[in-house]
């Protein structure tokens, strides 16, 4: 055998059988997609949360209209005035957290650090240190 063929053996043998390794399907990364997937993600949750409010907020309008036709008002006369009402409260509750005034983090305050007593130091001081 010559050199050539011991080596192509080496490779044959170790990528076995001759097939050789192509790499995944598509690329994982750190790029440009990445951080739009994550900006993607961040608005998607905003846009969660603004739902949920809206919605919210809708069905309580509607059955604030449902109770005043109940009573006998017109349907048309409440709803305008409900909804209306709703928009003030989603603009209220938008304005309050674009303010900050959502939940607060508590952060952990550490120990202080306790310093040793004279008495201590001079305990350690008086035995000697024969490797110094």
Known sequence: ?????HI??????QAGGGQYYAGSSYQKGHGIGSWLGGLFRTVLLLLKSGA???GREAARA???????????????DSAKRHAGEAVQNLKRKAASAMNGSGRSIKRKR????????AKARSKRSSTPDYFM
């Open 62 to 76: 509607g059955a604030h209209v449902l109770a005043d036709v109940a009573s006998g008002d017109p349907f048309a």
């Open 1 to 5: 055998m010559t050199r050539q063929d």
């Open 110 to 117: 550490l120990a202080p650090k306790r310093h040793s007593t």
């Open 8 to 13: 192509t053996e080496y490779y044959l043998r």
């Open 52 to 54: 949920t409010a809206v």
